[in-house]
């Protein structure tokens, strides 16, 4: 069956046909794309699931329908003019490994329209109705896999305004969760945030300033706790809040265990005052409870990490590096990461590698020391976490020593003002995210303090490069 895109009529139709039966409308999109059936519907917009014609696998896709109620002509020029700037950064902000991909956009009819990818799957909803309530564990693998997304989001000016449990998706066969339904984000582009604007966002998840149409970055970190203590309790939102005493009482309803640490995060995310939040979400993974994080546990269901295809473009082995980060034995597991990243680039006799090197470091070989370290550490060390840090601090190819010194202080590489020697390092899943590899620096690792900016920042280049 296809299904009409008009919103007056939304009609079912036979694949045969390609008009609406019932009001006449043009059933394929822009000569491509075809609604199989609705996703979603609200006040303003509708969701399709849809195939693209065009190609040849014909792959499934997602169409974001969104129906303006201006009427004046100039209003509605303004609308689509913004449309369209949203549509170029969400495109940017598609190039994220936990969204969905950007894959068109367009206006027709007077209705703006996004063709984004169709991330096939389990959202938290429906794991909820499933499974029943999460344990502690599953909720903290949820804050440490979504808070650098989110900070992503917020690097980008973005707000998402609409974290919730039916918009996080875990993909099928993965354990990697995706942040879905961006078309009601907003980019910020005034400072301060408080012009009041268009109230939107879901009942229950929404934050108290988004609902005057003052939403802020803190406003997704409301939502995203809000979805945390849903999930923890499995009742929902409008329940937890005691509306007579002013506060939540998501603790009234749990029925598995939950460490007064991990509580004090939630409490600080669910503040109704903006100012009493966490602000950022660098800040609610620097205050998440150590004791309380997961080491090997997966995400939504207790089956086996799936293995890593060891891919190298030099025909360079990363079995042993597999098995020492198996064996958590993170030292040695650091030196042979330093060792196989100069045997990729022919500088095994030198020993270190050149800012030309990182720049062309095959994506093939450091998607694969990536996702070994990610695995083994439960996504607390590796050079997209490092990446992730430093651009969040603000970090780019030009030297900046106090983002530098910040950098250092984060993944605990500086104590008390003062950089660290190898030797005094810790390898242990108790250091801060971000703390391991670091041997793989070479001879920047001696000059640390004012050189050691330019592997982190050649490196993140080379990772966004290789989408990473």
Same mark, same amino acid.
């Given at each position: 069956?296809?299904?009409c895109l008009n919103?007056?009529?939304?009609?079912?139709?036979?694949n045969?046909t390609?008009?609406?039966?019932k009001?006449?409308?043009?059933?394929?999109?822009?000569?491509?794309?075809?609604a199989?059936?609705?996703?979603?519907?609200?006040?303003f917009?509708?969701t399709?699931q849809?195939f693209? #014609?065009e190609?040849?696998?014909?792959?499934?896709c997602?169409?974001?329908?969104?129906?303006?109620?201006?009427?004046?002509?100039?209003a509605?020029e303004?609308?689509?003019?913004?449309?369209?700037?949203?549509a170029i950064?969400?495109?940017?902000?598609?190039?994220?490994?936990?969204?969905?991909?950007?894959?068109?956009?367009?206006?027709q009819?007077h209705h703006?329209?996004?063709?984004?990818?169709?991330?096939?799957?389990?959202?938290?909803?429906?794991?909820l109705?499933?499974?029943?309530?999460?344990?502690e564990?599953k909720i903290?693998?949820?804050?440490?896999h979504?808070?650098?997304?989110?900070?992503?989001?917020?690097k980008?000016?973005?707000?998402h305004?609409?974290?919730?449990?039916?918009n996080?998706?875990?993909?099928?066969?993965?354990?990697?969760l995706f942040l879905?339904?961006?078309?009601?984000?907003k980019?910020?582009?005034?400072?301060p945030?408080?012009? #009041?604007?268009?109230v939107?966002g879901s009942?229950?998840?929404?934050?108290p300033e988004?609902?005057?149409?003052?939403?802020t970055f803190a406003?997704?970190?409301y939502s995203?706790?809000?979805?945390?203590?849903?999930?923890?309790t499995?009742?929902?939102a409008?329940?937890?809040f005691?509306?007579?005493?002013?506060?939540w009482?998501?603790?009234?309803?749990l029925?598995?265990?939950v460490h007064?640490?991990?509580?004090?995060?939630l409490?600080k995310?669910?503040?109704?005052?903006?100012?009493?939040?966490f602000?950022?979400?660098?800040?609610?993974?620097?205050?998440l409870?150590?004791?309380?994080?997961?080491?090997?546990?997966?995400?939504?269901q207790r089956v086996a990490?799936?293995?890593?295809?060891?891919k190298s473009a030099?025909?360079?082995?990363?079995?042993?590096?597999e098995?020492?980060?198996?064996?958590?034995?993170?030292?040695e597991?650091?030196?042979e990461?330093?060792?196989?990243?100069c045997?990729?680039m022919?500088?095994?006799?030198?020993?270190?590698l050149?800012?030309?090197?990182?720049?062309?470091?095959?994506c093939?070989?450091?998607r #694969?020391?990536?996702?070994l370290?990610?695995?083994?550490?439960?996504?607390?060390?590796g050079f997209?976490?490092?990446?992730e840090?430093?651009?969040?601090?603000?970090? #780019?190819?030009?030297y900046?020593?106090?983002i530098?010194?910040?950098?250092?202080?984060?993944?605990?590489?500086?104590v008390s003002?003062?950089?660290?020697?190898y030797?005094?390092?810790?390898?242990?899943?108790?250091?801060?995210?971000?703390h391991?590899?670091?041997?793989w620096w070479?001879?920047w690792?001696?000059?640390?303090?004012?050189?050691g900016?330019?592997?982190?920042s050649?490196?993140a280049s080379?990772l966004?490069?290789?989408n990473?």
């Amino acid at each position: 069956m296809s299904h009409c895109l008009n919103p007056n009529c939304l009609q079912p139709n036979p694949n045969t046909t390609i008009f609406c039966q019932k009001c006449g409308s043009k059933l394929v999109l822009q000569e491509r794309y075809f609604a199989l059936k609705i996703l979603g519907q609200g006040s303003f917009d509708l969701t399709f699931q849809a195939f693209d #014609t065009e190609k040849p696998s014909q792959p499934y896709c997602v169409i974001k329908q969104s129906f303006s109620q201006v009427q004046d002509p100039n209003a509605q020029e303004k609308s689509e003019e913004l449309f369209k700037q949203e549509a170029i950064r969400l495109k940017h902000l598609g190039k994220h490994q936990q969204i969905p991909e950007l894959l068109d956009y367009f206006i027709q009819d007077h209705h703006q329209y996004l063709v984004q990818e169709y991330i096939a799957g389990q959202n938290l909803a429906q794991n909820l109705a499933r499974h029943g309530a999460f344990s502690e564990t599953k909720i903290m693998n949820l804050l440490a896999h979504l808070l650098p997304l989110v900070g992503f989001i917020h690097k980008h000016n973005c707000i998402h305004q609409d974290i919730k449990p039916e918009n996080i998706i875990k993909r099928q066969g993965e354990h990697k969760l995706f942040l879905v339904d961006f078309g009601v984000s907003k980019a910020i582009t005034r400072t301060p945030l408080s012009v #009041t604007g268009t109230v939107i966002g879901s009942s229950g998840y929404i934050a108290p300033e988004q609902a005057l149409g003052k939403p802020t970055f803190a406003s997704d970190l409301y939502s995203l706790g809000v979805t945390c203590v849903h999930l923890l309790t499995n009742v929902e939102a409008f329940d937890l809040f005691d509306v007579f005493k002013g506060r939540w009482v998501w603790r009234d309803y749990l029925t598995v265990p939950v460490h007064d640490s991990l509580g004090q995060v939630l409490d600080k995310l669910l503040q109704q005052a903006t100012d009493n939040r966490f602000q950022t979400a660098q800040d609610v993974l620097n205050h998440l409870p150590l004791k309380a994080k997961p080491i090997s546990q997966p995400i939504l269901q207790r089956v086996a990490e799936p293995d890593i295809e060891l891919k190298s473009a030099r025909g360079i082995n990363y079995y042993h590096l597999e098995q020492l980060l198996k064996a958590k034995n993170w030292k040695e597991a650091d030196e042979e990461t330093a060792h196989k990243m100069c045997e990729v680039m022919g500088r095994t006799e030198e020993g270190w590698l050149e800012e030309e090197d990182i720049d062309n470091f095959p994506c093939e070989d450091l998607r #694969t020391l990536d996702q070994l370290w990610l695995k083994y550490s439960n996504g607390r060390f590796g050079f997209s976490v490092q990446k992730e840090i430093y651009q969040t601090l603000g970090g #780019t190819r030009n030297y900046d020593s106090k983002i530098w010194q910040a950098f250092g202080d984060q993944v605990g590489w500086r104590v008390s003002g003062n950089w660290l020697h190898y030797q005094d390092l810790k390898f242990d899943l108790r250091t801060p995210r971000g703390h391991l590899p670091f041997l793989w620096w070479g001879r920047w690792l001696w000059g640390v303090g004012s050189g050691g900016w330019r592997g982190i920042s050649s490196l993140a280049s080379r990772l966004v490069d290789c989408n990473l």
